[in-house]
């Protein structure tokens, strides 16, 4: 396995005596379902910091299409969704976490239509649908395709309504600051007014996912893995971070941004088709168009492989073009603004890296192993998801670990913790004499290297490649020390993209979201376990 270049434990230069500083009961980063959910639970009883690398409105949240996956008919159980969630997770989810999380779905659902939420209904009922792996249908939507967003604004008017809640966004936050007794004590970051830091008696990550490292992605643009890299560089154990989920479709347009099609839709009857019109899905999995994301996105990839094609395309000729528009009218204008009219044009997909699966390792009270550090969302390794993402349960874990972390951070508070005196931090880089690399040109170069050598099919020589690459790069953009977050990302992402490939090539079978073409079956004598890797191995 390729060697890691030297470890730096801060990116930027720290000197607590000289930088502004703000102090808080708890910080909560990232403003997603998850860091949102967070900041209202531990506000009941604590002050509450929530920053965010953008604006509240930017994350993969608001983006978010599907809908919340939860038990909400009387045909549905709880026992079937725990079941389609272990059956999603191929031997590698936490059980107890999945009945956690799954029993308390509806109550959570119930508190968000109790403070505004706009669910779609039927008859006076929250309207559910079917998704691949779901053996009912239990997706809950909101305004047909704008599930995220609606969730986002009725969780971010709470917030802005609450006095113990101060919001800062566009604060880029370059690391988490801890202490010799692995202690996290806050953060370092900077925004329009300089290096601030912010000290915090507990501190909960939830800075989302990682989709920027690949070329395709369905991910906002500031999804870089920033917290997975700064967590790892505090000492925090990351756990299965060779399970990305790609996307099965996403609009495939020749110089555009991808933008996710969401899997509703083939849930409702649409079909995919290759250049020659032909339906293939049945020839990969019995379930056909309902198969779970990783078997979808493999037989489109084989299937663009097939017939030498860069997309294939889904066919929705079929349905009722005005129950189209009103139950999908993100993507409906999408498809309108490329001249692509859904009654008689097939719409080209594609697939695109979609949702980081691992990342910081937690327990069933979010707590990391660093004291005081808390994670929740997509940037956290709970045990729910296992080796593959059930569709739509994210938002349903952002929930219910949003609200877990926020109940943590608050319980690890000790009374007299806003008395203590904040410890003298002082880091200094030594001066790098190596040449400097454009860092916008390694990103993207990063970026396609990713999606070659470590995407939807592995194997081991290409992710050998990545490794010694990505080493390469890491020995002129490592050492340097940048004042702007475009140099942060471009570390970040370095970082977070071997310690991925890495874990891609130990892991020597295919499991869930993880295909080797070398090693096609699942193996449970050796690996059926999580693979953990901290800065300290």
């Not at 904040?422 to 030594?430: A, D, L, V």
């Amino acid at each position: 396995m390729a060697s890691q270049p030297e470890f730096r434990r801060y990116l930027v230069n720290v000197d607590s005596a000289t930088t502004q500083q703000l102090f808080t009961d708890c910080l909560v980063i990232g403003a997603g379902i998850a860091g949102l959910r967070a900041a209202i639970e531990a506000s009941q009883h604590r002050s509450v910091i929530i920053i965010c690398k953008d604006s509240l409105q930017e994350s993969n949240t608001w983006k978010a299409q599907g809908g919340i996956a939860t038990v909400l008919n009387k045909t549905d159980t709880f026992e079937s969704h725990i079941a389609d969630t272990l059956n999603t997770g191929c031997g590698l989810c936490n059980e107890k976490i999945v009945d956690t999380v799954v029993r308390q779905g509806p109550e959570l659902i119930q508190q968000l239509l109790d403070w505004g939420a706009k669910f779609d209904l039927t008859n006076g009922s929250i309207a559910t649908t079917l998704e691949g792996g779901h053996s009912h249908a239990r997706i809950a939507h909101a305004h047909g395709d704008e599930t995220g967003r609606i969730i986002a604004e009725t969780l971010i008017k709470k917030v802005r309504e609450n006095p113990n809640i101060t919001i800062i966004e566009n604060f880029y936050v370059t690391d988490l600051i801890t202490n010799d007794q692995n202690q996290c004590l806050g953060i370092i970051g900077c925004d329009n007014r300089g290096s601030q830091i912010i000290w915090a008696a507990s501190t909960i990550l939830s800075t989302g996912g990682a989709g920027l490292l690949y070329r395709e992605t369905t991910n906002t643009e500031i999804a870089t893995g920033d917290g997975i890299a700064m967590a790892y560089r505090a000492g925090a154990v990351l756990r299965d971070l060779e399970f990305m989920q790609f996307h099965p479709t996403t609009l495939y347009i020749a110089g555009a941004s991808r933008a996710l099609i969401t899997e509703a839709l083939r849930g409702e009857g649409a079909i995919l088709v290759d250049g020659n019109n032909s339906a293939f899905m049945k020839e990969y999995h019995k379930a056909a168009e309902l198969a779970p994301r990783d078997v979808v996105s493999r037989a489109i990839l084989r299937q663009m492989l097939k017939t030498k094609s860069t997309h294939v395309y889904l066919d929705v000729r079929h349905l009722d073009k005005t129950h189209f528009t009103e139950r999908f009218p993100t993507i409906s204008e999408l498809c309108e603004s490329f001249d692509i009219d859904v009654s008689r044009d097939l719409i080209p997909v594609r697939p695109s890296a979609h949702y980081l699966v691992g990342g910081v390792k937690t327990d069933a009270d979010a707590r990391t192993n660093v004291e005081n550090l808390y994670a929740c969302g997509e940037a956290a390794s709970t045990g729910l998801h296992g080796a593959n993402r059930l569709g739509s349960n994210s938002l349903l874990e952002g929930l219910v670990f949003g609200k877990t972390a926020g109940q943590s951070a608050c319980d690890n508070i000790k009374a007299d913790s806003s008395h203590n005196r904040p410890p003298s931090i002082r880091y200094q880089i030594p001066h790098s004499s190596r040449s400097r690399l454009d860092t916008a040109d390694v990103r993207n170069s990063l970026r396609a290297l990713m999606w070659r050598n470590v995407g939807i099919i592995r194997k081991a020589q290409p992710l050998k490649e990545a490794q010694e690459i990505i080493n390469f790069w890491q020995r002129y953009v490592m050492d340097k020390v940048f004042d702007n977050p475009a140099g942060w990302e471009c570390q970040n992402m370095l970082t977070v993209c071997l310690l991925m490939a890495r874990a891609a090539e130990a892991r020597c079978e295919s499991r869930g979201v993880h295909f080797r073409s070398d090693f096609p079956d699942i193996d449970d004598k050796q690996f059926k376990k999580h693979l953990e890797i901290s800065s300290g191995k």
